[in-house]
């Protein structure tokens, strides 16, 4: 079970986030509402932390929290959580000691969705978020290309098989099992695929499961078996 310490200086969004993690199997081991403490929290942490997720309002100022608190989680990841007022208070130093940097608006299946990227390496910055950090002029050198994008928004949705196709992506199914569960060849899951992400902006196939969970794609059974 992942571990997880609560950075956030609002107490309702404390209580939100510590629901919807807990229902989505996560251990809520702290919940605290600065940086101080929460640095204090890791400290003397007796347990593996997996995740910090800490309120982007107590980012910014002449502290880095999100360096302080990397640097004391050790193999534990740093996940920046902003609303749509704070984003301005995100630096591009902050990003590059984040291994997510997510933003209030996505669905609570995205944000879970976005966590498991994060736990099996990658870095995850929703598309919008870095095009609005891009825009203050920085050359943005923390969008490296480990990075996953998210993006929300697409000209043209998927088509139906599409869809099908996506649900198995939020799975982490391979080519091979896609094929089969459709009951089509690998090559034409390649087709799909390429015209799949071409539509959604997406670059590889996280970038893809992502923007399914962010817009909405069910996480059940995929069709065709399990």
Not at 71 to 89: A, E, F, M, P, T
Not at 161 to 173: A, D, N, Q, V
Not at 189 to 202: D, F, G, N, P, S
Request: charged share 25%; proline share 2%.
């Amino acid at each position: 079970m992942d571990t997880v310490v609560l950075v956030i200086r609002s107490q309702l969004l404390r209580d939100v986030v510590h629901l919807l993690l807990t229902e989505s199997g996560f251990l809520v081991s702290d919940e605290v509402s600065d940086g101080e403490k929460a640095l204090s929290v890791l400290r003397q942490a007796e347990r593996k932390i997996d995740f910090v997720i800490v309120d982007a309002a107590l980012c910014g100022g002449d502290g880095h929290l999100p360096r302080e608190l990397s640097q004391v989680v050790g193999d534990g990841r740093v996940v920046v959580l902003s609303d749509s007022d704070n984003l301005d208070r995100i630096s591009h130093e902050d990003i590059s000691f984040a291994a997510g940097v997510l933003t209030c608006d996505i669905t609570s299946e995205a944000m879970i969705q976005a966590l498991r990227l994060i736990q099996a390496g990658e870095r995850v910055v929703l598309r919008d978020l870095m095009r609005s950090l891009m825009s203050r002029g920085s050359d943005g050198a923390a969008a490296d290309g480990n990075s996953t994008h998210a993006g929300t928004q697409h000209e043209q949705g998927p088509s139906p098989r599409e869809t099908e196709i996506l649900k198995y992506l939020l799975h982490g199914c391979s080519n091979k099992r896609i094929a089969r569960g459709l009951g089509i060849t690998e090559a034409t899951v390649k087709v799909h695929l390429k015209a799949l992400m071409r539509k959604i902006r997406a670059a590889n196939r996280t970038q893809a499961a992502i923007w399914a969970a962010n817009n909405g794609y069910s996480q059940g059974v995929p069709p065709g078996g399990d």
